[in-house]
């Protein structure tokens, strides 16, 4: 149950794209299309943005999307705004009914 | 809409034991898989326990295996996490999160309760 690997931190302009990598192994993100995002900002619970790797919940701007290459996971955010500045989580299903999650990536909007 | 209200937490010593609970509305409980993950402060998030819509299938992270037990009571909309051999390490915010029903997701998530374990 190790956790996946994120990036510390990544940040970008206003109106910017930007992509935080996800990276696990066969036995979780690669093996598995159950793959999630959550956005979390400071003091407030996490909010579910993708799930199943690239499907947007109800009410979540179409400018967060995700994807998957073999054993890495990415969320891109589109016209990078301020309200996007957050903490970002990955999540893998990993089999047998456990769950495992990225260390965790911290957006700032320069 | 969904709400997930999580109590319980507080201040024990290392050894002891505390119980958590989550009183979940909103939603059909007994039709949702849940969880419970925590957060040591100013830490990332950890996945801790899971339990089936019915109890019948419960898992647990290695790092509370044998210490942590889930159950819930679903005419009382509750879930439960009972904590045992309290260690330091334990002490985080715990959240109890919704499972999004056949998608392997967590996707609704309360607040938390603050477990602090110390002497």
């Known amino acids: 149950q190790s956790a996946l690997t994120q990036p510390a931190s990544v940040s970008g302009s206003p109106g910017q794209s930007i992509t935080i990598s996800c990276t696990g192994t066969s036995s979780d993100i690669g093996g598995y299309n159950y793959v999630s995002w959550s956005q979390q900002h400071p003091g407030k619970a996490p909010k579910l943005m993708i799930y199943q790797v690239s499907n947007r919940p109800s009410g979540v701007s179409n400018r967060f999307s995700g994807s998957k290459s073999g054993n890495t996971a990415s969320l891109t955010i589109s016209g990078l705004q301020a309200e996007d500045e957050a903490d970002y989580y990955c999540t893998s299903y990993t089999g047998n009914s456990t769950w495992v999650f990225g260390g965790g990536t911290k957006v700032t909007v320069l | 809409q969904v709400q997930l209200v999580e109590s319980g937490g507080g201040v024990v010593q290392p050894g002891r034991s505390l119980r958590l609970s989550c009183a979940a509305s909103?939603?059909?409980?007994?039709?949702?898989?849940m969880h419970w993950v925590r957060q040591a402060p100013g830490k990332g998030l950890e996945w801790v326990a899971f339990i089936s819509y019915n109890g019948g299938t419960k898992s647990f992270a290695d790092s509370v295996k044998g210490r942590f037990a889930i159950s819930r009571d679903n005419s009382k909309n509750t879930l439960y996490l009972e904590m045992n051999s309290l260690r330091a390490e334990d002490t985080a915010v715990y959240h109890c999160v919704r499972d999004l029903s056949t998608k392997y997701t967590l996707d609704y998530w309360g607040q938390g309760t603050l477990v602090t374990v110390s002497p």
């Open positions: 909103g939603f059909t409980f007994n039709s949702h898989a």
